[in-house]
């Protein structure tokens, strides 16, 4: 198989790229010097653990997170953190515990290929800005290499056919692991963002006690869904003609794995899941839920122009206030809102500040379950579709009709 040309590049636009309000310099003295003091010890918590596992030959493995992209180029982020030789185990507890307190493993070079093709030219990013892809700046390279934290954040150029493809990713000594990458076909005209917390998957976010048991002792097989919301997201991508799915989710990196399995048990849609860094660093330390959202809606709104979306979340965060944001900053890319609201004895229960919907002019439907909001939702995307396809035939018509005009003259 002849080898295809890939090029890649590091990227801080998904990991460590601060908004303007978070950069150290824009915040009090008082601050800073907390936030110092947080990293600081952070960072000694790494040397010392780094320590700890070299001397019981622990060696770095990838974790791979993001694979998604347009026809032309795709966006990857994985991780390389120490792990020991013995399989992943098998209770939730200690798995749960392993991912927390994972151990990152600077400057590891990883070996990546695309559908067994492997990345063959590097092109070295900005370590501040989202430069675009430049082929006179490709080096020559079989090899990325991860950053202080484990993080390797790429943009690869190549062409890929719409759908699931394969990411191989290799360091020394260890097997190679899979991971798939979403690729949306040039022809999408529709895709969904969805939180996850407390949208898809009950997770307690605002109660910390509760949300560190789930993410620690809780098997993803018996995490509770949402009543209705799997079979909502099912006949929503089943009305979009299969349209693609991004999910949002306040929770790390670490747990992506248990994530992914929840979605797969439940039966939702697969697509990318879109994480948040806990590790704390002295450019961007712990992004907030709200920026973290902000930052990759905008993204996504970059990555793919020609596409509208539909964004789905809830009232017990601030989803309301994000995607209105979102709607009126990009006028005319958001279709329709769906908010999942929350009931009274979920509020109490968990101390949850519920927020109303701003002013937007988009089209919002609410329901307590995915039941509630198949019924509202689901008739207007059917309207919006069959009226998208009465336009298309009839510019089909109007563009026969001037053929045959034109070959009458002639």
């Not at 460590?16 to 918590?45: C, H, M, N």
């Not at 019981?56 to 990838?62: E, S």
Request: net charge neutral.
């Amino acid at each position: 198989m002849e080898s295809r040309r890939l090029t890649f590049k590091r990227s801080s636009t998904l990991v460590d790229q601060p908004a303007i309000s978070e950069r150290p310099e824009a915040k009090p003295f008082y601050i800073r010097w907390g936030r110092t003091l947080v990293t600081s010890g952070f960072q000694t918590w790494v040397d010392i653990s780094t320590d700890v596992t070299r001397a019981l030959n622990w060696k770095p493995r990838v974790d791979p997170y993001i694979g998604y992209g347009t026809e032309r180029y795709s966006r990857l982020i994985c991780r390389t953190v120490r792990a020991s030789d013995s399989q992943t185990p098998k209770a939730p507890i200690v798995r749960g515990i392993r991912a927390a307190l994972m151990v990152p493993a600077s400057h590891v070079p990883v070996n990546i290929s695309i559908d067994g093709t492997p990345l063959q030219t590097v092109q070295i990013g900005s370590s501040s800005a989202a430069d675009s892809p430049d082929p006179t700046r490709n080096q020559v390279a079989s090899r990325a290499i991860s950053d202080e934290r484990g993080y390797l954040d790429l943009i690869t150029e190549g062409k890929l056919s719409p759908g699931i493809h394969d990411v191989t990713y290799t360091v020394q000594g260890r097997r190679s692991i899979h991971a798939p990458l979403y690729t949306v076909g040039d022809n999408e005209k529709v895709a969904v963002i969805s939180d996850l917390d407390d949208t898809v998957l009950v997770t307690n976010v605002p109660d910390p006690v509760a949300a560190l048991r789930n993410m620690l002792f809780t098997d993803p097989k018996k995490r509770e869904a949402v009543h209705g919301m799997s079979s909502f997201y099912r006949q929503l991508q089943d009305v979009l003609g299969g349209a693609p799915f991004f999910y949002l989710s306040t929770s790390p990196w670490n747990i992506e794995p248990m994530l992914r399995q929840f979605i797969s048990v439940h039966g939702l849609p697969q697509g990318p899941l879109l994480l948040r860094d806990f590790d704390p660093r002295p450019k961007t330390f712990i992004p907030s839920g709200v920026e973290h959202k902000l930052e990759f809606c905008e993204q996504l709104m970059d990555d793919f122009p020609e596409i509208k979306f539909i964004l789905i979340g809830d009232n017990g965060q601030h989803d309301p206030q994000t995607y209105a944001k979102i709607a009126n900053d990009h006028p005319g890319r958001v279709l329709a809102i769906g908010i999942r609201q929350l009931q009274p004895i979920e509020s109490m229960k968990f101390h949850m500040s519920l927020h109303a919907m701003p002013d937007v002019k988009v089209p919002v439907f609410y329901g307590h379950s995915g039941d509630n909001l198949r019924r509202t939702m689901i008739p207007y995307i059917q309207e919006l579709r069959d009226h998208q396809k009465l336009r298309e035939l009839h510019k089909q018509t109007l563009k026969q009709k001037k053929g045959s005009i034109h070959h009458h003259d002639e």
